[in-house]
């Protein structure tokens, strides 16, 4: 919370500093006003079910919602899932406004050159980009691909609810609130210190033999807004949203894998989030959105992120008592069979 309202302030100064009023970025529900009531009805709704299955099964899953409610869902853990989905709104809101003013402070700087440049010494001299479309060609992977990558708008904040409303342990779902806020605002500082377009938008002339994709139209879009917001920042009502460097796509799918493998979620779903980490870097240099330098900058990010936020929420050093009880227990189950022996 208390993150969310220093990067809210900052938003917030940035907005009367400039005489552009803070907007509010519609999201795959809609508006804000209509998005977050229905998606923390949804979130409740479903953590009330899943736990009264737990405990009672099917066949008497409503006295089971009842006693659910009665006896787990206390005012204080109600709380603490909203201040959750707050930080994370009032967060996102924030890096989405200082995202769209970039370019008037950082006005003429672009590092897409340069950058373009690391992405030959990484590669070999090979344009990545190029390097993919040869290997999986331009049509189906591109469809396949567009999926993975606009699958990342919804399922964030999803992930979000589900963390939230179906840990018993709000610590856990504080880490992962605080990891997901760490990454708009630590993104947001990775903008203005290296702005770029990106691949797509620096050199158009090498993604135009992909299939039209979902990510197709959203690029086009993209792109016509910020010339939009370029020349009426005010009057066009809209927010830009291009920026390369770092990879929040990354960034985000990465810290959310490296989060379910620190807290020992279940092997399936540490594997579905590596899997689409994976996906997600190849689809960031599939499309032109970002170079490697990006990609590999999100990871730090997303590494950052998780390291932080088990720090400041209390789980590091809960983690690191558990390890030590469990370091005793075994150092005392390997003492026994000695003590027999001696005996």
Same mark, same amino acid.
């Given at each position: 919370? /208390?993150?969310?309202?220093?990067?809210?302030?900052v938003?917030?100064?940035?907005?009367?500093?400039?005489?552009r009023?803070?907007?509010?970025?519609?999201?795959?529900?809609?508006?804000?006003?209509?998005?977050?009531?229905?998606?923390?009805?949804?979130?409740?709704?479903?953590?009330?079910?899943?736990?009264?299955?737990?405990?009672?099964?099917?066949?008497h899953?409503?006295?089971?919602?009842?006693e659910?409610?009665?006896?787990?869902?206390?005012?204080?853990?109600?709380?603490?899932?909203?201040?959750?989905?707050?930080?994370f709104?009032?967060c996102?809101?924030? !890096?989405?406004?200082?995202?769209?003013?970039?370019?008037?402070?950082?006005?003429?700087?672009?590092?897409?050159?340069?950058?373009?440049?690391?992405?030959?010494?990484?590669?070999?001299?090979?344009?990545?980009?190029v390097?993919?479309?040869?290997?999986?060609?331009?049509?189906?992977m591109?469809?396949?691909?567009?999926?993975?990558?606009?699958?990342?708008?919804?399922?964030?904040?999803?992930?979000?609810?589900?963390?939230?409303?179906?840990?018993?342990?709000?610590?856990?779902?504080?880490? !992962?609130?605080?990891?997901?806020?760490?990454?708009?605002?630590?993104?947001?500082?990775?903008?203005?210190?290296?702005?770029?377009?990106?691949?797509?938008?620096?050199?158009p002339?090498?993604?135009?033999?992909?299939?039209?994709?979902?990510v197709?139209?959203?690029?086009?879009?993209?792109?016509?807004?910020?010339?939009?917001?370029?020349?009426?920042?005010?009057?066009?009502?809209?927010?830009?949203? #291009?920026?390369?460097?770092?990879?929040?796509?990354?960034? #985000?799918?990465?810290a959310?894998? /490296?989060?379910?493998?620190?807290?020992?979620?279940?092997?399936?779903?540490?594997?579905?989030?590596?899997?689409?980490?994976?996906?997600?870097?190849?689809?960031?240099?599939y499309?032109?959105?970002?170079?490697?330098?990006?990609?590999?900058?999100?990871?730090?990010?997303?590494?950052?992120?998780?390291?932080?936020?088990?720090?400041?929420?209390?789980?590091?050093?809960?983690?690191?008592?558990?390890?030590?009880?469990?370091?005793?227990?075994?150092?005392?189950?390997?003492?026994?069979?000695?003590? #027999?022996?001696?005996?």
């Amino acid at each position: 919370m /208390l993150l969310s309202i220093a990067v809210a302030l900052v938003a917030l100064a940035s907005s009367i500093y400039l005489g552009r009023p803070l907007r509010d970025p519609d999201g795959f529900l809609g508006p804000a006003y209509i998005r977050m009531p229905l998606l923390a009805l949804l979130f409740f709704g479903v953590g009330i079910v899943v736990d009264a299955v737990r405990t009672s099964g099917w066949k008497h899953l409503s006295n089971g919602m009842r006693e659910v409610v009665r006896n787990e869902w206390s005012l204080r853990r109600v709380l603490c899932i909203t201040a959750g989905m707050m930080s994370f709104y009032i967060c996102y809101l924030s !890096y989405r406004n200082l995202k769209s003013d970039l370019p008037t402070y950082r006005e003429g700087v672009i590092y897409d050159h340069e950058l373009s440049h690391t992405d030959l010494w990484f590669s070999g001299g090979i344009n990545p980009a190029v390097f993919l479309h040869n290997l999986f060609g331009t049509g189906f992977m591109a469809e396949v691909l567009s999926v993975v990558y606009l699958a990342y708008l919804p399922l964030i904040p999803i992930s979000l609810g589900a963390v939230l409303i179906l840990s018993r342990n709000l610590a856990i779902g504080a880490w !992962y609130a605080t990891t997901l806020c760490l990454n708009w605002v630590l993104g947001t500082v990775s903008y203005y210190i290296l702005p770029a377009l990106g691949p797509a938008f620096a050199r158009p002339e090498l993604y135009r033999g992909l299939a039209d994709t979902g990510v197709t139209e959203l690029q086009q879009s993209l792109i016509e807004t910020r010339l939009d917001v370029l020349v009426d920042p005010v009057g066009s009502g809209q927010i830009q949203g #291009v920026a390369a460097f770092a990879s929040l796509h990354v960034s #985000v799918t990465f810290a959310a894998a /490296l989060f379910m493998m620190r807290t020992k979620q279940k092997p399936l779903w540490q594997t579905v989030t590596w899997i689409f980490f994976g996906a997600t870097v190849i689809a960031t240099l599939y499309f032109g959105w970002h170079y490697i330098l990006d990609d590999i900058a999100g990871m730090v990010i997303g590494w950052a992120s998780v390291t932080l936020g088990a720090w400041v929420t209390g789980n590091r050093r809960k983690r690191a008592q558990q390890s030590k009880e469990a370091d005793a227990i075994a150092a005392e189950q390997r003492a026994e069979p000695a003590l #027999v022996e001696a005996s």
